[in-house]
């Protein structure tokens, strides 16, 4: 068989085991037919996805080998960016032996603020520019992570102002032109997987909602993950961080398909980080989905349990990979407001000043209603979701693939102890006009749903998730 041959017949299998749902049974077709270059101008939504990620290495300890990689780089002025009660644990402690050891010179940066704001990546960005580093290091969770990328974005762009990056419609969407400087993350959490991605999430306090800069550019250049850094976290962080890794899966691999997303780029570098569902990130999602069945329970219940919390490290990497190519949709698009609009709640196991719904809690806090609310579009998919996740869905008709979901999520949770619902977290039925008006501006990631939503719906998921049990 002919090169050209063998190419086109993977092609093939690669769109015969595409979904054949609604919303998906058209999502590989023009692997088929192909798109003739002459009528790209003609195209309403896009033909092809692309897929980035960081450089990944993986391994018990491996922190030790930073100081050698910015040895190697030639590093002669590092900023490490990590957040104050982390700067007093292990994996920063790590880190700063190695780069010691290696003759490495770096200035610590630790007020990064958990759940960050657009104040306090200001003032990352404000350290940065007065740097001049050459080589920035990222020791945290995705707060941290994000943080550093906005601080090297910026820096590396020091005339642009702050909403020329965030994303449209709150900021301007700017494309990225200049160079970054390299960006080493060490996650210490296994939720984000923002060492894989190029978006950074912060709150923007004027609109009490979240948002974030998407762009392939400022992703890290390498992700070094030590799953010996999780033994630090708290139950509670674990179990919202693996929150994060099955929403992050379960909507990536439901999302709209990247050739029905809409519009086609005129160019390359208009297409947005977060594509559509493909055949490449279905791959991860559903990897990811098959470690948080088997691993996140026993995560959460047993910090010790080095196998599952390893575990649970990588499929962290997998579902960003996933998430951080084909996007997520309206779990995401929901929590930000859940989280910008928080009164008193505290959650547990965070050992910060001020109110705190995390962000993998106030994902999936409406995760049972959003997935009984998609499936009609792809029950197929629902149900395979359903299935990796332990489920016998043999006899279950495609019409009972949200409520099947729905309900698998909820005995999860419920397992877990998580809060009943957004009730549970200080929001009543009178807030919902707030949560829905914060949605709103999510349209980079709520467009991505494979169905259609209005305010009338959105407001109906905000008010089927007051409740879980």
């Known amino acids: 068989m002919a090169g050209g041959e063998r190419v086109a017949h993977l092609m093939r299998q690669l769109a015969s085991a595409s979904c054949r749902c609604p919303a998906h049974s058209q999502a590989y077709s023009h692997i088929h037919h192909g798109v003739s270059a002459g009528k790209l101008h003609e195209r309403k939504t896009d033909y092809a996805f692309e897929m980035a990620c960081s450089n990944i290495r993986f391994g018990p300890g491996v922190t030790r080998e930073i100081g050698m990689d910015l040895q190697n780089m030639g590093a002669r002025n590092v900023c490490l960016m990590t957040d104050q009660n982390l700067a007093r644990l292990p994996p920063v402690a790590a880190v700063i032996d190695s780069m010691t050891k290696h003759g490495v010179n770096y200035q610590i940066f630790e007020d990064v603020r958990v759940e960050p704001t657009d104040k306090s990546f200001k003032k990352a960005i404000d350290f940065a520019k007065k740097g001049h580093f050459d080589v920035y290091v990222a020791v945290g969770g995705g707060s941290v992570i994000d943080t550093c990328k906005a601080a090297n974005l910026y820096a590396s762009h020091p005339d642009a102002e702050f909403l020329d990056f965030v994303n449209a419609p709150i900021g301007k969407g700017q494309p990225v032109t200049g160079i970054l400087k390299p960006l080493i993350a060490v996650p210490t959490t296994a939720g984000t997987g923002s060492e894989t991605t190029g978006v950074a999430i912060f709150d923007f306090e004027d609109m009490k909602a979240k948002t974030g800069i998407a762009n392939r550019v400022i992703k890290p250049t390498l992700g070094m993950v030590d799953p010996l850094h999780t033994l630090h976290m708290p139950s509670r962080v674990a179990a919202n961080s693996g929150f994060d890794v099955l929403c992050h899966a379960l909507e990536s691999f439901t999302a709209l398909p990247y050739n029905l997303r809409s519009p086609c780029p005129s160019n390359p570098i208009n297409r947005p980080a977060y594509q559509g569902s493909n055949p490449i990130s279905d791959v991860w999602a559903k990897h990811a989905l098959k470690i948080v069945a088997k691993y996140l329970k026993r995560a959460v219940r047993d910090p010790e349990d ?25 779990c995401h698009g929901m929590s930000y407001p859940i989280a910008g609009n928080v009164k008193t709640h505290r959650a547990k196991g965070y050992n910060v000043n001020h109110p705190i719904v995390p962000h993998g809690l106030s994902v999936v806090l409406t995760s049972p209603a959003v997935f009984a609310f998609t499936a009609s579009m792809c029950p197929e998919r629902h149900l395979e979701a359903a299935q990796i996740l332990g489920v016998d869905v043999h006899n279950i008709k495609k019409e009972d693939a949200g409520r099947l979901l729905a309900d698998t999520i909820r005995t999860f949770l419920y397992d877990l102890d998580v809060e009943d619902g957004l009730s549970a977290i200080g929001y009543t039925k009178e807030d919902i006009p707030s949560l829905v008006k914060g949605t709103i501006p999510q349209e980079r990631v709520t467009k991505l749903s494979p169905r259609t939503h209005s305010q009338e719906d959105l407001a109906d998921l905000f008010a089927a998730s007051m409740k879980l049990y």
């Open 306 to 330: 080095v196998e599952a919390r390893s575990s649970m490290h990588l499929a962290s990497v997998f579902a960003g990979i996933g998430f951080g190519n084909a996007g997520v949709h309206l």
